[in-house]
């Protein structure tokens, strides 16, 4: 096995561990490459691949300016590439093998180019994919883990000099950074921006390994967040997108003095068009939270709401802290305050010991909350994490098929909550031209939905009304309103 240098290798047990005493320093880091980096850089070409959530974006937008820096260009071809990063995700085992199959099928051009590949994100954190790549794959150059991003530069540099593989994984974070460079310049959109309000999460929802892979929940300061969207708006940014694993929960790690709802506040009181966050945990959702939704029109009125499963006894062994009533009263009070939200959600199906009545209560819970749409998982056991010892009891082919009944529920409930916007009109955020057709123009409008009009890349990074002629069961057809019907 070729060995490189372990600098430090993850541990998933060491990354369960959680001090609340301890306070995480807080840096200010001016991330500038080296000339060393800088000469290496030039003239090559980088390509990142990203997986998982909109955490792992964010960061891979960081990676990117780092990249940049060293004056490098970017390339969607990874074939081309000098320098290929892949951000990976841990969230289901088919991950790993996607990473895999991907390596295998650049094994030959990354050989014949001489390219340095570089793996990141969530999946680095683990043990066993760590030692897989040590072993397999010893064309990889450099691992590095979610907890020491900062330190990029640092470990690209050793890893080129020494001319080995690298391997530096932290199981826990180091510090809160809050990074001083030109973060634009990294971004993917110049609309639409991902600001990062907490990392980590304390949670440890029994399948879950996000704990695990990015460490212990902590906020960053309400002025720092506020600082970054004044930036952004001064930029021309039309949108921003709160993220955290658990946004409610902000501000918890440093005891007040202000709690998520403030923060959404000064948020919306910078004045930027929209503002949207994800992902809230329903038991520390609260009615204060609703107010401020309610009382600003820049909050999009629309919510993610993950409920994972109907059943009280599921609930109860997901450690999820809410029955299936609690989360019913939460839907019930959001739609009372905002009654034209748009309701989302994540469901799990074929946790183990889930039974058909069990099953029963989540196709239930979904007719009485009328979601509009929702992101639907089969369990998958995540090493380390309670639920991957627990004991299964259906199938497989009971649990595939739960869980396409349970995928035709939501896409017709989806299809109906598209329906009904058919004949009103929306405004509309627009964001993309299509690759393959350069006349179709497509954006979000204020409930998150995609719609897509005829129109040209004038209407790229503007807000306006569009006529919907047509639904379909994740997307919306329009026309511009003052132009009339275009298609
Ligand atoms: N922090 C967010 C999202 C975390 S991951 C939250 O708490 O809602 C996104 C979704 O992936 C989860 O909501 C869950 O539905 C799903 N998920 C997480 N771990 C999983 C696992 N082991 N198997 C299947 N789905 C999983
Ligand atoms: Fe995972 Fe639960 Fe944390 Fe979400 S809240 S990231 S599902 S542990
Ligand atoms: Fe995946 Fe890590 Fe996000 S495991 S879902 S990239 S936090």
Redesign the pocket.
């Known amino acids: 096995m070729k060995k490189g240098r372990l600098v430090s290798l993850p541990s998933l047990r060491e990354a369960a561990r959680r001090n609340p005493d301890s306070v995480l320093p807080r840096q200010r880091a001016e991330i500038r490459p080296s000339a060393f980096l800088v000469s290496w850089g030039q003239e090559k070409l980088f390509c990142i691949r990203t ?6 974006v964010r960061d891979s937008e960081i990676l990117r300016l780092f990249l940049l820096q060293m004056g490098m260009k970017e390339t969607e071809d990874i074939l081309r590439a000098d320098f290929v990063l892949f ?5 289901r085992e088919n ?1 790993e093998n996607h990473l895999f199959g991907e390596l295998g099928r650049i094994k030959a051009s990354v050989l014949s180019r001489r390219a340095f590949v570089a793996i990141g ?3 680095m954190q683990e043990e066993k994919p760590v030692s897989t790549l040590l072993s397999r794959y010893p064309f990889v150059r450099l691992l590095f883990g ?1 907890n020491n991003i900062e330190r990029f530069y640092e470990l690209l540099e050793q890893a080129l000099r020494e001319e080995d593989t690298y391997v530096d994984v932290r199981s826990q974070p180091q510090a809160l950074v809050e990074y001083e460079c030109e973060q634009e310049k990294g971004r993917l959109s110049p609309y639409s921006a991902f600001v990062d309000i907490t990392y980590g999460c304390d949670n440890f929802c029994t399948y879950c ?2 704990p695990y ?2 460490g212990r929940e902590r906020s960053r300061r309400k002025e720092d967040i506020v600082r970054e969207v004044l930036a952004l708006k001064e930029r021309g940014y039309r949108q921003v997108t709160l993220l955290g ?1 658990n946004v409610d929960s902000y501000g918890k790690d440093f005891h007040g003095p202000y709690a998520f709802a403030d923060l959404l506040e000064s948020v919306a009181q910078t004045g930027i068009d929209r503002i949207r966050f994800t992902t809230p945990y329903p038991s520390d959702f609260n009615a204060k939270v609703f107010s401020v939704m309610a009382r600003y029109p820049n909050i999009m009125p629309s919510l993610h709401l993950p409920v994972q499963s109907g059943s009280d006894a599921i609930l109860r062994r997901m450690n999820r802290r809410y029955t299936r009533e609690e989360y019913l009263n939460v839907v019930r009070l959001l739609r009372s305050m905002i009654p034209d939200v748009f309701l989302t959600t994540d469901i799990i199906v074929g946790f183990p010991g889930e039974t058909e009545k069990d099953f029963q209560d989540t196709l239930s819970l979904c007719e009485e909350c009328q979601f509009d749409g929702a992101f639907t998982f089969l369990f998958s056991p995540r090493p380390g994490t309670p639920a991957s010892r627990m004991e299964d009891t259906a199938t497989d082919e009971e649990k595939h098929d739960r869980f396409e009944r349970l995928k035709d529920r939501i896409d017709q409930l989806a299809t109906k909550s598209a329906s009904r916007t058919v004949s009103t009109t929306v405004p509309v955020l627009f964001e993309e031209v299509s690759k393959r057709d350069p006349s179709r123009i497509s954006g979000y409008d204020e409930h998150g939905r995609l719609v897509h009009v005829t129109g040209d890349k004038s209407l790229l990074g503007t807000i306006r009304p569009v006529d919907i002629l047509e639904s379909h069961t994740y997307s919306l057809i329009g026309a511009l309103h003052d132009e009339g019907p275009s298609f």
């Open positions: 997986y998982g959530c909109q955490a792992n951000n990976t995700c841990a969230i991950a994100g969530c999946m979610t390994i996000v892979t990015r694993q």
